[in-house]
């Protein structure tokens, strides 16, 4: 939910911003403000997540802070579960939200104003449906006063991101898709804290190393997990695929491991201390970290059959770490030389000329990660250690140009990565003071709201697919009595011959015998007495295959074991018969985010072996 402030006389964006810590740009792209973004006293602003904790000073009270800050008392006394007097203590950290968890409707607002105003925005168009759900409000019609809560809406992007959680009780691979906030479980109990999901460059297959250290891949598209090898260190080495999606690089006893995930080969390179290794775009050639003959950490480039080994870099100092090379095959970064002290660096490969990132002010700087295009860099800076660790999600240039600060994160330190598009940054937060993630944030580069992707759960690992891939793989069901094919989400699992489940979603199949007036037969549907869909369910007509048909969909007062459950009625090219009984009319019941889309592959089998 996002969290609003009530501007007070004196306010200024920049001293809202300033207050928080964070980024202007994402105040006023929060709320789509326009030159020469004036405030007036009493408007809502949005506030993306900042610098939230103060550390409390002699004299200071929960009320001396509330009115300095400018939010209610209770604000910050819900926030910190203080109990009556409510004492504070010098050198205490109190959490201080910027504001109250709802927005109270204007005159004049309407659902669809503020959906666009606050970017609850899918797929570049407002979803005030969103609003409305979470509310449970039974229409559009809104009133001056009301409390609404805001959410945040999917991005309605391309591609999918796999991230490494135990919110099921134990760590493993899921997926998020952007396009309508869809999650799946790929793996059952094989993965561990330290699992990094990487993706092939087709986005087809992930890669990731597991419990007892096993290096497993995964098919996205079937579910299908094969474990090739095992490695001993810890933390265990990265991986990095191939250009032609086939070869799996990574380092094991003084070697670099080259696996062939079809032939079920591998070959070594030997390399003594090589840490880490990477593909070069071409695929001919790896990079790789390893000593030089005077024990100095140093890049160097070598071919695939461990020839032509040439050295890139000229370090005098530290050990080497994070290489990253650029999907250009231009540039490389790392950072040096350990985890107190990070500093990035890039260097051009065919020159050896290096450049440091300015980075953030603690000289922290962690999982740094190239956009696609190859043109910047986005990473992860420790900050505010005054006031309890946060990071800022930083992007700077190939070079270290144009280093600047973009969204806050209240961990340590967080994974990021980057868009197929290159357009917009995925980063973790939800730390709360712990050492464990618990959600997935985003910000478009060109409109640089956070938008707060999902919660739950310990998060430790997040990477985008390469490619923009539409969703999430999918089955063709196919049923001969019921005589219809459609496809569904792969991940689902059946229940009955008739239903199938997933945890985010479910369908199931029918026939309706009845008679000729398809308006009666949806109305009958959608007003039983049993009210499946609420007290307000909305009829919808249509045409499926050329064939009449309507959809049904809930009202916000929908029973919550109802599961959002929405129904298409469809007028068979032929009546059915099935078990001697005829019937008129196919019926699919599923959740409302996967009607539509099961829908729009629904086919009749052949009509000519129709009875």
């Not at 409390?147 to 919110?167: E, K, N, V």
């Not at 390399?271 to 775009?281: A, D, K, L, N, T």
Request: net charge negative; hydrophobic share 40%; charged share 20%.
């Amino acid at each position: 939910m996002q969290l609003f402030y009530t501007v007070r006389a004196g306010d200024s964006l920049f001293l809202i911003a300033r207050r928080w810590e964070l980024p202007i740009q994402s105040l006023i792209a929060a709320n789509n403000l326009t030159p020469p973004y004036t405030i007036f006293v009493g408007q809502q602003l949005s506030v993306p997540p900042g610098v939230d904790r103060v550390r409390v000073e002699p004299g200071d009270s929960v009320y001396r802070i509330s009115q300095s800050f400018g939010v209610p008392a209770s604000v910050i006394i819900e926030a910190n579960r203080l109990q009556p007097p409510y004492v504070i203590y010098p050198g205490q950290l109190l959490k201080v939200p910027p504001g109250v968890p709802y927005y109270v409707v204007q005159p004049g607002d309407t659902l669809f104003e503020i959906a666009h105003r606050y970017n609850v925005i899918s797929g570049g168009q407002a979803a005030p449906e969103l609003i409305q759900r979470l509310n449970r409000l039974p229409t559009v019609s809104i009133t001056p006063g009301m409390r609404l809560a805001i959410p945040y809406a999917p991005p309605g992007d391309g591609g999918l991101i796999a991230y490494t959680t135990d919110a099921a009780g134990e760590f493993d691979i899921w997926l998020y898709n952007p396009r309508n906030g869809a999650v799946i479980r790929l793996t059952y109990g094989l993965a561990d804290t330290f699992s990094v999901p990487v993706w092939s460059p087709d986005s087809r297959t992930i890669a990731f190393i597991g419990r007892n250290r096993i290096i497993f891949v995964i098919d996205v598209n079937t579910g299908a997990v094969a474990s090739i090898d095992q490695v001993g260190e810890l933390p265990p080495p990265g991986l990095d695929w191939s250009a032609d999606n086939r070869t799996l690089a990574y380092v094991k006893q003084d070697a670099i491991v080259l696996y062939d995930i079809v032939a079920h080969r591998s070959r070594t390179i030997p390399q003594p201390g090589v840490s880490e290794v990477q593909w070069f775009p071409i695929g001919d050639e790896l990079l790789f970290e390893a000593p030089d003959e005077s024990g100095t950490s140093q890049l160097f480039r070598i071919r695939t059959d461990g020839t032509g080994k040439r050295q890139i870099t000229r370090n005098t100092g530290g050990l080497l770490h994070n290489i990253r090379i650029s999907p250009d095959g231009y540039f490389a970064l790392y950072t040096t030389p350990g985890v107190s002290i990070s500093i990035i660096h890039t260097v051009e490969i065919d020159t050896g000329n290096d450049f440091e990132v300015p980075g953030g002010p603690l000289a922290k700087n962690y999982f740094p990660a190239w956009s696609p295009d190859s043109t910047r860099i986005a990473y992860s800076a420790t900050a505010f250690e005054d006031r309890g660790y946060f990071s800022l999600i930083r992007i700077a240039g190939s070079r270290g140009e144009n280093d600047s600060t973009w969204a806050i994160s209240d961990c340590f330190a967080t994974p990021v990565d980057w868009s197929p598009d290159a357009k917009k940054v995925v980063y973790l937060s939800g730390c709360n003071g712990g050492g464990f993630a618990s959600e997935i944030w985003l910000f478009d580069t060109s409109h640089p709201v956070p938008i707060r992707l999902l919660a739950g759960g310990r998060i430790t690992a997040v990477q985008w697919s390469p490619q923009p891939i539409a969703g999430l793989p999918k089955k063709t069901y196919t049923n001969p009595v019921y005589k219809v094919s459609f496809e569904y989400p792969a991940h689902w699992r059946r229940v009955t011959d008739e239903r199938y489940e997933g945890p985010d979603g479910f369908f199931q199949i029918s026939a309706i015998s009845a008679g000729s007036d398809i308006q009666e037969v949806c109305r009958n549907e959608a007003f039983h007495p049993l009210r499946p869909y609420g007290s307000q369910p909305r009829i919808s007509p249509a045409v499926i295959r050329g064939q009449e048909a309507c959809y049904i969909f809930p009202s916000p007062d929908q029973p919550a074991e109802m599961r959002g459950q929405a129904a298409l009625i469809v007028r068979y090219p032929r009546p059915v018969v099935i078990e001697g009984q005829t019937y008129n009319y196919f019926i699919l019941w599923a959740d409302q985010m996967h009607i539509n889309e099961i829908s729009a592959t629904l086919t009749f089998l052949n009509t000519k072996n129709f009875p």
